[in-house]
């Protein structure tokens, strides 16, 4: 296996930009890092069942991965644009409890982001059965997976903690920036 072909892939796939990070930087924002952290364990859970999932079903799923991902593009871009109008529309300035980022939300959400569906069905079959599609070999892949994921959730939680006061004194550009990033991400799901 190329190693570092392997954590460039996984490190650029989880750590830019995408639904679930633009959340835990909102969700640091507006109800701050312990909420985010819920939906980030939730996420990294989530995470993790869908790239065993994949690892699991990788042949029966050659088969039906063009309907999976039709069908994750229509589900992933219209939650996305739910997310984006969530975004934009300004906040009542009195402070509110933010019931979506939980930890079953953030679970929840790792199997309708489109990013990483498309993900977890690329790098276990690709990076890592090839080499060995031994149990114990896969396992320790979708561990190691898991963990960069998990800290790329970190990072974006850390990311939103130490800038939220800039964040706060300019909401609105930030929600605008944040919402056409969203907005971005989802026109490259049909790209």
């Known amino acids: 296996m190329d190693l570092t072909s392997f954590l460039i892939y996984c490190i650029i796939a989880t750590f830019t930009p995408g639904?679930?990070?633009?959340?835990?930087?909102?969700?640091?924002?507006?109800?701050?890092?312990?909420?985010?952290?819920?939906?980030?364990?939730g996420a990294t859970i989530g995470f993790g069942l869908l790239l065993a999932t994949s690892?699991?079903?990788?042949?029966?799923?050659?088969?039906?991965?063009?309907?999976?991902?039709?069908?994750?593009?229509i589900i992933g871009s219209l939650y996305m644009s739910y997310l984006i109008y969530q975004i934009y529309i300004p906040k009542p300035s009195k402070?509110?409890?933010?019931?979506?980022?939980?930890?079953?939300?953030?679970?929840?959400?790792?199997?309708?982001?489109?990013?990483v569906v498309l993900f977890a069905l690329t790098v276990v079959p690709t990076y890592i059965m090839p080499y060995s599609s031994a149990i114990f070999a896969v396992s320790i892949g979708i561990v190691a997976v898991t963990v960069i994921g998990f800290l790329a959730f970190t990072?974006?939680?850390?990311?939103?903690?130490?800038?939220?006061?800039?964040?706060?004194?300019?909401?609105?550009t930030v929600n605008v920036i944040m919402a056409l990033l969203l907005a971005s991400a989802a026109i490259m799901i049909w790209i």
């Open 55 to 73: 690892a699991a079903l990788n042949t029966m799923l050659v088969a039906i991965i063009p309907k999976i991902v039709i069908g994750m593009q």
């Open 95 to 115: 402070p509110i409890t933010d019931r979506t980022a939980t930890f079953i939300a953030g679970f929840l959400m790792q199997f309708l982001n489109p990013k």
């Open 155 to 172: 990072t974006w939680v850390l990311f939103g903690t130490i800038f939220k006061t800039f964040l706060q004194e300019h909401t609105q």
């Open 19 to 41: 639904p679930t990070n633009l959340i835990l930087l909102s969700t640091v924002n507006h109800s701050g890092a312990k909420q985010a952290m819920n939906y980030a364990y």
